[in-house]
Nanobody, 125 residues
Framework: QVQLVESGGELVQTGGSLRLSCVAS????????MGWFRQAPGKEREFVAA????????NYGDSVKGRFTISRDNSKSTVFLQMNSLKPEDTAVYFC??????????????????WGQGTQVTVSS
């Protein structure tokens, strides 16, 4: 079993930055794929970014490319999502997720096996 706990969401103005964190614990392996998804009210859960824990290989959703960066700190079992140039349309609950196999190119929520509880990001216009 893997536990994921997100933090860092808050209210920020358009153009601002935030860094989300996701701490992983439990039976966690370096081969896992770590992903960030987001879900706005009334919308489907959307892929944001993913990283392979062992190699650091990354993948991004089209709507965040060039603005968001996913990274990890192996020593702290933590995955980060640095979000810059935030827009009101980035407002959503952001979820951390883990896939026990696959590739960072996997962008469907059904590819991921473990989920955190989510953290709210609100970007004011």
């Amino acid at each position: 079993q893997v536990q994921l706990v997100e933090s860092g969401g808050e209210l920020v103005q358009t153009g601002g930055s935030l860094r989300l964190s996701c701490v992983a614990s439990g039976r966690f392996l370096s081969t896992y794929i770590m992903g960030w998804f987001r879900q706005a009210p009334g919308k489907e859960r959307e892929f944001v970014a993913a990283i392979r824990w062992s190699s650091g290989t990354t993948n991004y959703g089209d709507s965040v490319k060039g603005r968001f960066t996913i990274s990890r700190d192996n020593s702290k079992s933590t995955v980060f999502l640095q979000m810059n140039s935030l827009k009101p349309e980035d407002t959503a609950v952001y979820f951390c997720a883990a896939a026990v196999f696959g590739f960072p190119s996997r962008s469907s929520p059904s590819d991921y096996h473990y989920w955190g509880q989510g953290t709210q990001v609100t970007v004011s216009s």
